[in-house]
């Protein structure tokens, strides 16, 4: 450990603030900006793909996927179903192993008991390891409030984080970023947080790896508090698990002396075995591996090895609400394997960012506006951003049926209805922007419940087909703006047939050569 | 075997020569074809933008028209799709909000009666040649409904290999989404527009004359896209295709 670098470091790294809903544009506005961004385009589509491939090998070398999927999937709605009985077996073993155990019920709730907590130890900077849930709540920012300093020690996460950017992926949040970007942001900012970046540092991944373990070997060593996510709490003994590939996991969770784990109630299995079906499916779905390099388990304290307190902060934010809907419930399945985002044509051209959260891709799409409710721009356009082809559930391995799921919340969003928001039963009202597409529903549905009027609408249409444009003014730029117009037939198909059949039967053989 | 085409409003309206095709096609393999004139739309836009109920009286209407055929047979795997998969959740969820069975009773009969055309022709009829001739250089797009929610499989590479002096060609990321995705391309058009680009190279990339679809809806975006792009490569439904014969070619 360098001597400059001991105590508190006298300035105050920027960081950028968390998705903030209400400050964000819509989905298809910031898909806009990415789809022009060349750079960007090949970063992703490069590193999807080649993931994609990978994760389809690793996932066919197992004879009973079908069967894990299925397994994972049962075992997570039990799960779901008894939560209240879980939660509170796990908090019971948790405290017998050691540990204290917190409830959150919100964002700024688990903000300030994690607050507090490193307050109480003294110390003013702590080492994390990659936790969604701590930056779906925004936890970066709030102890920097209080002058805590939270260094990120995942290699993507202090890419990001040295970058002053936000996340754009699950697993990997600086995919949006090449080697060239990655080898500028720490060349040009690792002093400013740490240890600086060797001198003449390339683009190689050996030499951008090292950069960064020296840099982070530094924070490891000098740590008194960790604050970490996990990937399963298991019920009957409190034990915690964090999967990861860096071995900066296995660092954060045994060097300091207090450990602060920030976890999601929908993390948890009932039972040791459980995880043996999670064992197999995370690695082969997230990073293609077979086993993940580091897997980290560990329960309450232990006498002269590891910390010497262990905090759980139990986060709800949104997920008791989103437990309560039938349909959406399912996306409280994810294990956070990102599997569906590296096979997602729009996430491989949207890129991360455009889904305004720190879950973007598909499980984002159905995961933000159930955890943020669907009133800001971004979270009510989220469900829109698919195509629905399908190729994220195909690949879940917990079987979440995403466009089902996406659809759910597109009726939610343009009717409204019965909803749970912190706890209450509410009644959402339609939202805004959305009326000429109802109105347009209402006359299609009526005109295909006459099939008259379809039919004189289809012969008007015909009977103009010259009058029509090649492109389309005003919203039907949307369309025409990148195709041309499908050119409209002389004749509807029922009127040859009305003219070339009798009424409801089969022609008449003379009149078969009619039929071309 | 009598069976009813139900062709789809878009392909009713914007592309009957699909419609005589299927026609033609179905009755060379001595299939007695109706087409109840009362069809009209299966309810699959209304659903898949969240206009759940609205689906539901297009949903019963389809069961009224239909419902006396063995079976129901349709050139387009997001309709069949609609019916096969999305009918008895339409049923389930009128369930659940507690509307009573009966939506879910009457659409039940339907369901299993209803097959995308590859499908008919393949597991129904059983055959793999039908008859047809088109020498031409074709690749195939396998739409998404087709592929992942019927399943479709090699069905409709079995039925194109079949055909006399076709050459099939292997479209690089076949199985990768058009972007038409219904309202998707209104909505999203950016990025609908970037993954139509890209299928559009793809299928240049293979030199195949004519890219081939079971769906023409997404052929509609996909061709709609190779128009403004000035590409040589030309879209055709698949059931055209195999209605080709030497003595009456597709032109």
Not at chain 1, 288 to 292: F, L, Q
């Given at each position: 450990m360098s001597g400059t670098f001991i105590g508190m470091p006298a300035f105050s790294p920027p960081t950028l603030p968390a998705f903030s809903p209400p400050t964000l544009p819509a989905f298809p506005t910031a898909a806009k900006e990415a789809v022009r961004n060349p750079t960007l385009r090949r970063n992703l589509r490069y590193a999807t793909h080649t993931i994609r491939a990978k994760r389809a090998a690793a996932v066919s070398e197992l004879d009973d996927w079908a069967a894990l999927r299925e397994a994972g999937r049962q075992i997570k709605d039990h799960t779901l179903r008894h939560l209240d009985r879980y939660l509170l077996q796990l908090e019971e073993s948790v405290t017998a192993a050691g540990g204290v155990v917190h409830w959150a019920a919100d964002a700024d709730e688990a903000n300030r008991i994690v607050t507090g907590l490193v307050k109480a130890t003294g110390e003013s900077e702590v080492v994390k390891v990659k936790s969604m849930a701590t930056q779906e709540i925004g936890l970066n920012e709030a102890l920097a409030a209080e002058g805590i300093h939270a260094y990120e020690t995942d290699l993507a996460e202090l890419i990001v984080q040295l970058g002053r950017d936000r996340p754009s992926h699950i697993l990997v949040p600086a995919i949006h970023r090449n080697r060239g970007e990655i080898r500028d942001i720490f060349t040009h900012e690792m002093s400013e947080w740490g240890r600086p970046a060797p001198e003449g540092l390339s683009d190689t991944p050996a030499e951008l790896a090292e950069a960064a373990r020296l840099h982070l070997r530094e924070k490891f060593l000098r740590a008194k508090v960790g604050i970490s996510g996990a990937n399963f709490m298991v019920a009957e003994t409190g034990t915690l698990a964090v999967f990861e590939s860096e071995g900066n996991g296995r660092m954060c969770l045994t060097l300091p002396e207090t450990l602060i784990s920030v976890v999601g109630i929908e993390k948890l299995v009932p039972t040791w075995r459980d995880l043996e079906v999670f064992l197999q499916t995370l690695p082969r779905s997230s990073t293609?591996?077979?086993?993940?390099p580091y897997t980290s388990m560990w329960t309450g304290t232990t006498d002269d090895d590891g910390p010497r307190t262990f905090h759980l902060v139990l986060l709800d934010n949104g997920r008791t609400d989103t437990l309560a809907d039938r349909v959406g419930r399912q996306a409280l399945r994810c294990i956070r394997c990102s599997a569906c985002l590296n096979v997602c044509p729009v996430y491989e051209r949207a890129g991360g960012h455009a889904y305004g959260s720190v879950y973007p891709g598909p499980i984002g799409a159905i995961l933000s506006p159930q955890l943020r409710g669907t009133a800001s721009d971004i979270d009510a356009s989220l469900p829109y951003a698919s195509s629905l082809c399908g190729a994220c559930y195909e690949v879940c391995p917990v079987a979440i049926d995403i466009p089902e799921v996406l659809v759910h919340l597109r009726e939610r969003v343009v009717e409204g209805g019965p909803a749970v928001r912190q706890g209450a039963k509410v009644t959402l009202r339609p939202a805004r922007g959305h009326a000429a597409e109802r109105a347009a529903m209402r006359a299609a549905r009526w005109t295909f419940r006459h099939p008259g009027a379809l039919r004189a609408g289809q012969r008007l249409a015909s009977g103009t087909r010259r009058l029509v444009p090649r492109t389309l003014p005003g919203p039907g730029r949307a369309w025409s703006a990148t195709r041309d117009l499908p050119k409209l037939p002389p004749e509807p198909f029922r009127e040859w047939w009305r003219r070339t059949h009798r009424p409801g039967g089969q022609a008449p053989a003379d009149r078969q050569e009619d039929q071309r | 075997m009598r069976v009813a085409l139900f062709l789809t409003c878009v392909n009713d309206t914007l592309y009957p020569d699909t419609g005589r095709a299927v026609v033609k096609l179905l009755t060379r393999l001595g299939v007695e074809v109706d087409f109840p004139m009362a069809q009209t739309c299966c309810g699959q836009a209304h659903y898949n933008t969240g206009y759940r109920h609205q689906a539901e009286p297009l949903a019963r209407h389809f069961s009224d028209v239909f419902k006396d055929y063995e079976a129901i047979v349709t050139p387009s795997g997001s309709c069949a799709a609609m019916v096969r998969e999305l009918y008895p959740r339409l049923g389930d969820r009128a369930r659940a909000e507690g509307r009573g069975t009966a939506l879910a009773e009457q659409l039940a009969p339907i369901v299993p009666r209803t097959h995308e055309l590859t499908e008919f022709l393949v597991d129904v009829l059983g055959v793999t040649d039908v008859g047809a001739y088109f020498p031409h250089t074709v690749t195939y797009h396998p739409t998404c409904h087709g592929l992942r929610a019927l399943g479709l499989g090699d069905r409709p590479r079995r039925l194109l290999s079949a055909v006399r002096g076709l050459d099939l060609v292997e479209l690089p990321g076949a199985e990768e989404c058009c972007g038409f995705g219904g309202t998707f391309a209104v909505k999203n058009s950016d990025v609908s527009a970037a993954m139509g680009t890209d299928k559009v190279r793809n299928a240049e990339s293979t030199g195949a004359e004519v890219l081939c679809a079971a769906d023409n809806s997404c052929l509609m975006h996909i061709g709609g896209t190779m128009a403004r792009l000035r590409t040589t490569v030309r879209p055709v439904h698949i059931a055209e295709i195999l209605a080709s014969t030497e003595e009456e070619p597709l032109t």
């Open positions: 293609a591996e077979r086993m993940n | -």
